[in-house]
């Protein structure tokens, strides 16, 4: 009997959690769709702001795209005078150091860092804090090898740092090798339900817009006062967020600032990037799950949207959770459960499918990009999320086995990436 | 063309100062018409249908009345969609229903209550989906044939 009631009572809790978020999606779905006055989207009365600037490229064995971003960037409109370029070459064995290098001969505002094989190749937050002592300018940009920046990216999000209070700005990331594979184009409908629904509404609705590891831009005095990046965290990316936002800034993210990226193209490379991403987001939910609620320098609402943004990557395991407890529940007491189940259960796919973006929030952020022939994939969304829930779950126990067996660190895994995103590039 | 290539020529040669990611403004009309017709056949069917069904059914017609109702495109097209969409979804009970009669008591019921609304996201997505599709492409077209006259 208590057996049961304690049961029926974790079920209930799990179902309220993923309803939680159901209702989080739909709402930035309408947001995205039809809010119009978010926060102002342009420089305020037009006024032109130009910091100088330090955009880092960490480059670990990148010699199939280093060359293409390299190369974009002498293409960039921003003022060369205020503008550096610092590809961090970190403990490299193939000839990425070599093909940067040769760039930067011909181009005055392009420096190339080496770092040694034995010091090298640890991970994106010790390469990037190896760079930050070497850059220059008052905003810092980050851009992953594999990214191929707009012209103008720029100068489209340096624009909002003329706002004292913003910490960091974000670009929208686009699948560049979209119709590569089948999952070239499951990721890219990820990115369009991440970037063009979800971030866009955080950033209207005055919320947490999370930064990302690349099409970032971030103050250079912030970055200095908060200690670089931590390399003992995967997800980098999502650490720096929470600290900006703990330290009394915000962030911004700019839909009109694209930077196109060459997704991964099969399961095997999907299972070792999103593992990488979930340990490293676990990894700041523990962290700053308990300074984000004693925060004063956040609001409530900025509370609450960083609490589900902190534990998205839990939903996954969560989903999972309540269809077996819910299953168990309704063989042990059928009848008064068949209604409840039924409705419990669906709330539960329809929250979930579509990784962390539910399957509608898909198809109005592919609507809004005047997408036509992209609604065929969605209901393989449903897969993809049974794939993440693995990938979750998995990555929850290494990181307890981590934390339990304390001689396990927790290693970065490097995406590889082939270069075969330059195929649809114009000039290609 | 490759879409993001599009958008990569595009956006670059246009840089203003003031831009802002495009909104819709809702039909609200359209979604009171739609809610009406969803809500009928919800009440009409529902000493009829066993509650999986139903359940599915209203799941499917609240995703269409609120998120795809209130966009851009023809009434008529969308109240079209809606009624297909129920069709399906009783066509794909009657027949998991069938299944499940006959086979009562046994291995089926047991993973049909498990696995139903799973097995539902089967057909409620796809016609969604197809829906979507079709409002898309018929706006697209629309806009292209202004275009042309406008020029």
């Not at chain 1, 971030?199 to 831009?217: K, N």
């Not at chain 1, 908060?226 to 995967?234: I, T």
């Not at chain 1, 004063?296 to 943004?309: A, F, M, T």
């Not at chain 2, 996201?121 to 898309?136: D, E, H, R, Y």
Request: charged fraction near 20%.
């Amino acid at each position: 009997m208590i057996l049961s009631f304690v049961l029926t009572f974790i079920f209930t809790l799990l179902v309220l959690v993923i309803l939680a978020y159901l209702v989080r999606h739909y709402i930035f779905t309408l947001i995205a769709l039809y809010y119009r006055r978010g926060q102002p989207y342009y420089t305020p009365h037009g006024l032109v702001y130009r910091p100088t600037v330090s955009v880092l490229i960490p480059a670990h064995n990148e010699e199939k795209v280093i060359g293409r971003i390299l190369q974009r960037t002498t293409e960039l409109t921003y003022p060369k005078e205020k503008l550096e370029i610092i590809v961090i070459d970190d403990g490299s064995t193939d000839r990425t150091s070599e093909i940067a290098e040769e760039i930067a001969r011909q181009h005055a505002h392009i420096k190339v860092f080496h770092r040694d094989v034995e010091t090298g190749g640890k991970g994106k937050p010790a390469a990037l804090n190896y760079g930050l002592k070497h850059a220059t300018g008052e905003i810092i940009f980050l851009f992953d090898a594999d990214y191929y920046p707009q012209r103008d990216i720029l100068e489209k999000m340096v624009a909002f740092f003329i706002d004292p209070e913003v910490g960091g700005v974000q670009g929208r990331v686009t699948v560049l090798n979209e119709p590569e594979t089948l999952m070239t184009r499951l990721v890219a409908l990820e990115r369009i339900g991440g970037y063009r629904v979800d971030q866009l509404a955080r950033d209207d609705l005055q919320l947490v817009p999370q930064l990302g590891g690349t099409a970032v831009a971030v103050r250079r005095s912030l970055i200095e006062f908060l200690g670089g990046w931590d390399p003992n965290v995967l997800a980098e990316d999502t650490d720096i967020t929470f600290r900006i936002y703990l330290a009394g800034y915000k962030v911004r993210y700019v839909n009109e600032a694209e930077c196109y990226e060459e997704a991964v193209e099969d399961l095997r490379s999907y299972w070792r990037q999103r593992s990488r991403w979930a340990k490293g987001h676990m990894q700041c939910a523990f962290k700053h799950l308990w300074p984000l609620i004693k925060s004063r320098n956040l609001r409530l609402r900025e509370k609450i949207d960083g609490l589900l943004l902190l534990n998205i990557y839990f939903v996954p395991i969560l989903v999972g959770l309540a269809w077996i407890l819910g299953a168990a529940l309704y063989f042990v007491q059928p009848p008064q459960w068949t209604t409840f189940f039924w409705a419990s259960l669906a709330i539960s796919v329809y929250s979930a499918a579509g990784n962390f973006a539910p399957f509608f929030e898909v198809a109005i952020g592919a609507y809004l990009d005047r997408r036509v022939r992209v609604y065929w994939l969605m209901p393989l969304l449903l897969l993809f999320f049974l794939y993440n829930m693995l990938i979750c779950s998995k990555a929850l126990l290494d990181l307890c086995v981590s934390k339990v067996v304390r001689s396990k660190r927790l290693t970065w895994e490097k995406t590889f990436h082939n270069g075969r995103g330059n195929l649809y590039l114009p000039t290609a | 063309m490759y879409f993001g290539c599009y958008l990569l020529a595009s956006s670059s040669a246009r840089y203003r100062q003031n831009f802002g990611p495009r909104r819709e403004r809702p039909q609200y009309l359209h979604v009171a018409a739609g809610a009406v017709v969803a809500f009928s056949v919800c009440i009409l069917l529902q000493g009829a249908l066993e509650v999986s069904t139903l359940v599915s059914i209203m799941i499917f017609n609240l995703l269409a009345v609120l998120l795809a109702f209130p966009l851009r495109g023809r009434l008529w097209c969308k109240m079209l969609w809606l009624g297909l969409g129920n069709l399906v979804g009783l066509a794909w009970n009657l027949v998991w229903l069938s299944l499940l009669s006959f086979t009562v008591g046994g291995i089926f019921r047991i993973v049909y209550a498990v696995i139903g609304p799973a097995v539902d996201f089967m057909w409620i997505v796809p016609v969604w989906s197809l829906g979507f599709s079709v409002l898309s492409y018929v706006e697209r077209r629309k806009r292209r044939g202004e275009r042309r006259e406008a020029r």
